[in-house]
């Protein structure tokens, strides 16, 4: 396998809004996330991802960008960035920028001067159709809920948008537009960020029929995806980025990519491909997914995880690359979701930590991930401030006919907000977070849980992340070890080798409260072993095979 500094990197994953907030209104900032650098630096991560922090309205925080060129008011000026830029690099850390090109804010000029009138030179900038009989063009759902068209009465004619009314979906179509972006990007690349996070980048080619998608049960709208996901010419567009701008410059590039199949990933980012580094794809937390989508609750099995995860480790094998990833800014948090975060929050933090960190592909933390943070329960909907939240509530009260309680405890499980809480950084005032009126509450639980207190703590979760780092620099069969599944059907232990060499990797994984029992193939224990990592214990020489305790991780490595 073809070795790249990419692939050999763990990724940090900045929500700046809610890192640090350097000047008291609230919302965190650019001199903000400079102050905890010194942090990032001793956890030994490689590549600062941050989310977006161009100019924008924030309808979607950010990801509504209406000026690709400066940075967001609240967040600083393109001083600071270049200040926090130049502070990184000091580091020996890289920034990778977040790029929102499938859609940008109505309040971007583009879109301004699209509107204005149907000979505007901008106006197939974006996607406008005629009314259908007086309706949307088709019935496409948008993914924060309602149609994906909106009537602009200037003009008579509706344009798409995938995400909120605020985020129009732009012509991929249109020479110029691309051509735009690619300078837009180069402009970036000339200041010296090290790489581009691509936002539903598989979205941005539309199948031009623009036809009506399929009425799942009990919906309002049709599912568009066939028609934008993975689109006609989507090859076509990432293999001109990459001519035009990425292949000039040793940069990092992964692409955010719902509904992608392992298949499609290797067109993306296969050998002699020249599209993407890594894709960032989410079946592995679309499980318990049903008929309300992310919502609902349906049952799934430990053995439904490793088959996909699994799936996705054997299927790019030696052509095209995965991240590696339990939380985002969109997901709750994983010690909530598939670890425990009651009574062993710090166990399973460290089991789920290894377990993906001991996977083949590029690891992702995100902040807060290496103190176990967890998901937040507000009372009341008014506290919180996720578009996809607060318009899915409405969704599921008044057209789902769901009762108040029950959407709430949907949301409790699965909104956006649980990843967006400010940073706990210490126990006092609002988490040493912001001096002023945090913008979305702090979780209640930062008096227990927050990084001062994990800092100083030898066996704390921080120090855990640290030490799991450390060993993907120190051994590359971390990095480039061939991936095999053990104990498929066991409901209760993740396990799995993978193989490098002569050596090979043992990972235990138990994902339940009660002790695991288990056996091993012969061949694995003729080995000499010498434990790696653990969260019951030291390391030491040699296969332990009593049953694994509650939330156990044992990694071996076996000569
Ligand atoms: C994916 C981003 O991760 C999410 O936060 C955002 O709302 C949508 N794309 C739209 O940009």
Request: with cysteine; proline share 4%; aromatic share 14%.
């Amino acid at each position: 396998m073809e070795k790249s500094w990419w692939k050999e990197a763990v990724v940090y994953q900045v929500y700046p809004r809610s890192f640090m907030d350097s000047d008291g209104d609230g919302i965190g900032d650019l001199n903000g996330i400079l102050q905890k650098l010194d942090y990032l630096q001793e956890l030994g991560v490689n590549v600062i991802w941050l989310s977006p922090v161009y100019q924008s309205p924030n309808d979607d925080n950010g990801y509504d960008i209406s000026d690709y060129q400066s940075i967001m008011t609240e967040f600083g000026t393109l001083a600071d960035f270049e200040l926090l830029l130049r502070a990184v690099h000091e580091r020996g850390m890289k920034i990778m920028m977040d790029l929102v090109v499938n859609h940008t804010s109505d309040e971007h000029s583009w879109f301004k001067e699209s509107r204005s009138s149907k000979d505007d030179p901008k106006r197939d900038y974006y996607i406008w159709k005629p009314g259908n009989q007086g309706k949307e063009p088709n019935n496409w759902e948008s993914v924060f809920k309602g149609s994906a068209w909106e009537y602009d009465e200037g003009t008579s004619e509706y344009y798409l948008h995938l995400f909120s009314k605020k985020q129009p979906d732009l012509n991929w179509e249109n020479r110029k537009l691309r051509e735009e972006i690619y300078s837009m990007m180069t402009w970036w690349l000339e200041k010296g960020v090290d790489g581009f996070r691509m936002d539903v980048i598989n979205f941005i080619s539309k199948d031009q029929s623009y036809s009506d998608g399929h009425i799942y049960h009990q919906k309002q709208y049709g599912d568009g995806s066939p028609y934008f996901m993975n689109g006609p010419r989507i090859h076509e567009f990432l293999q001109e980025i990459n001519q035009q701008v990425l292949s000039r410059y040793d940069v990092m590039t992964v692409g955010e990519m719902p509904g992608v199949s392992t298949e499609e990933a290797q067109l993306y980012t296969g050998r002699n491909r020249d599209e993407l580094h890594m894709v960032f794809q989410f079946e592995h937390m679309d499980l318990g997914g049903g008929p309300e989508g992310k919502w609902s609750d349906a049952d799934w099995k430990l053995s439904d995880l490793k088959r996909i995860l699994s799936k996705w480790q054997t299927g790019l094998e030696g052509n095209g690359w995965n991240s590696l990833y339990w939380n985002n800014h969109d997901q709750p948090r994983v010690v909530s979701r598939y670890g425990n975060d009651g009574r062993y929050r710090i166990e399973s933090a460290k089991m789920l930590a290894a377990c993906l960190h001991m996977l083949q592909g590029t690891p992702y933390i995100y902040q807060g991930e290496e103190l176990g943070m967890t998901n937040v329960t507000f009372a009341s909907i008014d506290e919180y401030r996720d578009i996809e939240t607060l318009n899915s509530y409405d969704e599921l009260v008044h057209f789902n006919g769901w009762s108040k309680e029950r959407t709430m405890s949907a949301i409790h499980a699965r909104s956006r907000d649980n990843a967006r809480t400010p940073m706990q950084w210490n126990d006092s005032r609002n988490a040493g977070f912001t001096k002023g009126s945090p913008w979305i509450k702090v979780n209640p639980n930062f008096r227990e849980i927050h990084a001062e207190k994990a800092y100083n703590d030898p066996d704390s979760i921080f120090h855990f992340y640290k030490r799991l780092i450390s060993l993907r620099k120190e051994y590359e069969i971390i990095v480039y070890g061939r991936y095999e599944l053990l104990l498929p059907d066991d409901e209760r232990i993740f396990a799995y080798t993978r193989a490098f060499k002569k050596e090979k990797l043992l990972v235990l994984c138990n994902f339940k409260e009660e002790h695991a029992p288990f056996s091993l193939p012969s061949e694995l224990l003729s080995h000499t072993a010498t434990k790696l990592i653990g969260n019951y214990g030291q390391e030491g020489t040699g296969i332990a095979l009593e049953p694994l305790c509650p939330y156990e991780c044992r990694v071996y490595l076996l000569k």
